[in-house]
DNA sequence: TTACGATATATGCCATGGCATCTAAGTCAA
DNA sequence: TTGACTTAGATGCCATGGCATATATCGTAA
């Protein structure tokens, strides 16, 4: 099959579909490995990975980083907290917020479920962004995520 | 600020959460124009597109492209025949399965919903796509879209 | 034809996220 | 200090998707 290689201008939707597709696809293979191997989803590894990276952050910090609602995010730090993986401790520095760390259990899962995770990941995608046209894709997401965030793009609103 | 060109091997983790968080901006940001001007949200909009371009598909044909649940593909469909924008007739030649196609007032929405939504991409990444290493984005996507389905990774039960 | 296994999808239950709302707490000005 | 406004996040209701199951139909072999 000849590799499709057009030369006008960008078909925007056409790599929005594909972008869309690699993500669900992905998402769902870490998904089920992550849950077989640690009894977690991809969306409660970046949350513990995310605590463990900054440790002390505040619900909010956690909802802008993710762009979901601030419900959802408590809710979700909610299971994790149940799971005794996660602590709230109030703010001393103002008591309507929390801040979240991981407690000894959370970092050991985090850095467990981080070695199947990478290794998972690297199983589907390594070859593909290691070709000559990788690095130009990491550059292009790190770039659109700064351009996204920048200009607060996509932010839910509870 | 200096742009981090990292020589080294692709941190394949950063890459996908890049990919993750802009795909959740960007689709938080077409549901929310394509909500107030057409009443559908992204995931409507891309059901309506498919069968207008496959006219005649079924209910597995939905659920293989996006990666979902058939389930939740039959729900999806339920709700587009309740606004008379899609229908169901069985299928002469396997009656477990229904065809399915665009009314004409699905037509309508569908070319609407689609000029909304290719306008609003290209505000949001037109620029960054538009650069040097847009094309190889493009190529990368592409690439890793038609691997991760011939090897069927991620592909949910129901 | 009948019986059995496979397949397409419709449906029910559960988990999760969005959004609205509620409460506690902080800020500020008079 | 008090009262009005703002903010952080916890909670309730609803919509949607995953997965298990139920139902109808199909294909095949006896």
Not at 15 to 25: K, M, S, Y
Request: glycine residues 8%.
């Amino acid at each position: 099959m000849a590799s499709k290689s057009s030369r006008g201008p960008i078909d925007l939707p056409g790599f929005f579909a594909d972008l869309v597709r690699c993500e669900t696809r992905l998402y769902n293979a870490l998904n089920d490995r992550l849950r077989e191997r640690h009894g977690i989803v991809t969306s409660q590894f970046e949350f513990l990975r995310f605590l463990r990276d900054h440790p002390g952050s505040r619900v909010a910090d956690l909802a802008t980083e993710f762009a979901i609602g601030i419900g959802a995010t408590s809710k979700g730090i909610d299971r994790l907290e149940r799971q005794a993986w996660v602590t709230r401790r109030t703010n001393p520095s103002d008591r309507r917020s929390s801040l979240l760390d991981l407690t000894a259990e959370g970092l050991q899962l985090v850095e467990a479920a981080e070695a199947t995770f990478t290794t998972t990941l690297a199983e589907l995608i390594a070859d593909v962004l290691g070709g000559p046209s990788g690095p130009a894709a990491v550059q292009v997401f790190s770039e659109l995520r700064s351009v996204l965030e920048r200009d607060q793009v996509g932010l839910p609103t509870g």
